[in-house]
């Protein structure tokens, strides 16, 4: 198995230009539901390369490209909040169709045509939680079959995520790609991971793939057996085995490509990551962490956990410190190449395999 993306994919301001416009036709994970659950609740994220606003319209989400078309002022600044859609440069107001249902000195606009001057709208699909978005296309794939076998999984993994108890974003100066793949093997975990996910692997880590339909990677991560030895700890474990999530033996990993990883932590712990692409050579990951439902749990258990999420937080954000300074050293190391080589080892079967994909959606979308 050798290297599938060229050098340039890594380093090139214009390709990375145009492999923007190519993934921002995939659907998109923008939101939950609860984040979006009182009416006139909204988030503003960046996808791909445009910033995308899904608000609730009276239980009705609507999304649209975070422009005004009177004079171009993005809409919404901040990443989320609540209120009517209201360009604050002039106060155009939008219904949850993106028309324009209020606009002020109306009658100083000559021939002026409400239709035309609709937002740009996106397409909204929910699959559990995970709220979906994508640009509007004529015959596009709906979110169930860009999905597939993952569907029944991610409404099973929002069936059992409970309370977020964390998030954190993490500056990257390497390509999106490189984060990506960092994620999809375990051989580096015991030199880049010495004192985080390293002691909690066998002496050879396992990657059992799961069922995910290309472009998305799947797959789950055999553990060493866990014997807490601190009292907190094993209090804290008593909880974490009535979880409804994950496996006590195992880490799970979905990417979902293009831009989005899930990660659910034995089953203690659940991941969203969303990789932002700022330039060829700066990512921004926002990662969000969630502990899992626990069946009858009580006020003192809850308390525990609350005191142990700082620990767990500051476990999450240390691992992710480490996978950045390993990806801009290979973003160094991929601006001194001069031939196109690089190869994968079966433990690295997932990265290539996720190579393949995004060659594949690259060349069949342009």
């Given at each position: 198995m050798h290297n599938l993306i060229p050098k340039r994919a890594f380093v090139d301001?214009?390709?990375?230009?145009?492999?923007l416009t190519i993934i921002r036709g995939a659907w998109h994970y923008a939101a939950l539901r609860r984040d979006l659950m009182s009416n006139r609740d909204w988030v503003m994220?960046?996808?791909?390369?445009?910033?995308?606003i899904v608000q609730n319209f009276e239980g009705h989400l609507s999304a649209f490209t975070n422009v005004c078309p009177h004079r171009f002022n993005a809409i919404r600044a901040g990443s989320s909040g609540n209120g009517h859609l209201v360009c604050?440069?002039?106060r155009w107001s939008f219904d949850r169709d993106g028309t324009p249902a209020g606009i002020p000195f109306?009658?100083?606009?000559r021939d002026i045509d409400c239709e035309n001057l609709r937002l740009d709208r996106w397409d909204v699909e929910t699959c559990g939680e995970f709220v979906f978005v994508r640009p509007q296309v004529e015959n596009g794939i709906a979110l169930s079959d860009w999905l597939g076998a993952l569907s029944p999984r991610l409404e099973t993994i929002s069936a059992g995520m409970g309370k977020e108890y964390g998030r954190f974003q993490i500056d990257v100066q390497a390509n999106w790609k490189l984060s990506v793949q960092t994620t999809l093997e375990a051989d580096h975990a015991y030199s880049v991971h010495p004192e985080t996910i390293g002691p909690m692997l066998p002496r050879r880590p396992e990657l059992l793939e799961i069922d995910a339909p290309m472009p998305h990677v799947g797959y789950r991560l055999i553990m060493s057996p866990s014997a807490p030895t601190r009292s907190i700890l094993k209090r804290v474990a008593t909880v974490f085995d009535r979880s409804t999530v994950g496996n006590p033996s195992e880490n799970e990993h979905i990417s979902l490509f293009p831009l989005t990883s899930i990660g659910i932590h034995r089953r203690e712990s659940i991941a969203i990551l969303r990789y932002i692409p700022i330039g060829v050579a700066q990512t921004v990951i926002d990662t969000r962490l969630f502990f899992p439902n626990i069946e009858d749990i009580t006020t003192a258990e809850t308390a525990l956990l609350t005191a142990y999420s700082e620990i767990m937080v500051d476990f999450a954000r240390?691992?992710?410190e480490e996978d950045r300074d390993i990806c801009e050293s290979v973003q160094r190391g991929i601006a001194n190449l001069t031939e196109h080589r690089g190869t994968f080892?079966?433990?690295e079967r997932l990265v290539f395999a996720f190579q393949h994909a995004y060659c594949n959606y690259?060349?069949?979308s342009a």
């Open positions: 301001a214009g390709d990375h230009e145009r492999e994220v960046k996808l791909a390369d445009r910033e995308v604050p440069y002039h109306r009658n100083t606009f240390k691992l992710g080892g079966e433990g690259i060349e069949k």
